[in-house]
């Protein structure tokens, strides 16, 4: 269960998301300000060493879907649990058979690391 302070944590990093957003929403209603954003984004992203015109992506920075995308992705950068260096959870997984169940602990062994990739097979 989560302590009163991680809960306050919480509340204030969600407030503090909607103020960062709401300024970037802000921010890219004046045109000023929406083209020194496109330039540092272009500039930051390496966009303006691609055949890829401004005008191909200038649209969709400072739309609701970006601004969207953009909280869900820090909400979910908060809310993790595992960090780097730390213990990974010990979940169940199954086997490609389908019906055996292990955990991720049954195939950690002393003398060697274990790696385990997550990807699409697709």
């Not at 390496?46 to 879907?65: C, G, L, R, V």
């Not at 955990?103 to 950690?108: E, L, S, Y």
Request: aromatic letters at 10%.
């Amino acid at each position: 269960m989560a302590s009163i302070t991680q809960c306050l944590k919480l509340v204030v990093m969600s407030i503090l998301l909607c103020i960062m957003e709401t300024i970037v929403m802000i921010m890219g209603q004046i045109p000023p300000l929406r083209k020194l954003a496109v330039y540092i984004f272009a500039r930051v992203t390496k966009m303006d060493k691609t055949p890829m015109d401004k005008s191909d992506y200038a649209d969709s920075i400072f739309t609701w879907s970006q601004v969207h995308v953009m909280f869900l992705l820090w909400w979910y950068d908060i809310m993790k649990t595992v960090k780097l260096g730390g213990k990974i959870p010990d979940i169940s997984l199954v086997h490609l058979n389908g019906t055996t169940k292990c955990k991720i602990q049954d195939f950690m062994n002393e003398d060697r690391p274990l790696i385990l990739n997550f990807g699409s097979c697709t």
